[in-house]
């Protein structure tokens, strides 16, 4: 290479020469016949939250801890509960259904335990979502030992540990009755 050209900056047009001489090269030569095969393309999978799952599972299961911390106290009147500082009315609109039920969980045959789990990642969805009103089935306890309403302590003593419950009432026996609890929650 000369001088000259090592100067001449890359973009520069090819001078004649060159164009005639690639041409006369590539005299004879012919286009390469396509592919005759598609070259497999697939949309990448959304990537999966996995600490965010696992802080959740955690969320969740420590949740249910603390409605099994082992005391065994009874509940004043667990029929209804009101977080301080609200309205009293809270609890008669609860229970005249002022609010639609959006949602529920029935948690017949379910233990303890995995109730308690099924109600914190309910809860946790219904938050999520924005419903303001559900109902949770948890029986009256015929079946359990001693006929005991085993999952009714266990559930409101839950929902009242919960900061996004404000309020729940035992609704009416259309709704459920004493098998059921109506729950207003905070959106």
């Known amino acids: 290479m000369s001088k ?8 520069a047009a ?7 001489l690639f ?14 095969r598609i070259e497999p393309w697939r949309p990448r999978p959304s990537p ?45 609109k609860l229970k005249r259904t002022h609010w639609v039920i959006q949602d529920q969980i029935d948690l017949h045959g379910l ?18 979502r924005g419903i303001r009103c559900v109902r949770i089935v948890h029986g009256k306890g015929l079946r359990s030992r001693g006929r ?12 009242m540990r919960r900061e996004e419950v404000l309020a729940f009432v035992e609704p009416h026996a259309i709704h459920g009755g004493g098998g059921a609890v109506v729950v207003l929650l905070a959106t």
Not at 23 to 36: L, S, T, Y
Not at 81 to 86: A, D, M, V
Not at 148 to 159: F, T
């Open 23 to 36: 041409r006369a090269e590539m005299r004879g030569v012919k286009r390469a016949a396509p592919v005759n």
């Open 111 to 128: 233990a303890s335990e995995p109730a308690a789990v099924e109600t914190a990642a309910f809860l946790a969805d219904c938050r999520r």
């Open 48 to 92: 999966v939250p996995s600490q965010r799952l696992a802080d959740e599972r955690a969320v969740l299961d420590e949740l249910a801890r603390l409605g099994l911390d082992g005391d065994d106290a009874e509940l004043e009147d667990d029929s209804l509960f009101l977080r301080p500082g609200l309205p009293r009315d809270i609890l008669r």
């Open 14 to 20: 090819p001078a004649p020469d060159d164009i005639a």
């Open 148 to 159: 005991e309403p085993v999952l009714k302590r266990r559930i409101r003593k839950l929902l």
């Open 4 to 11: 000259a050209t090592r100067g001449t900056p890359r973009d």
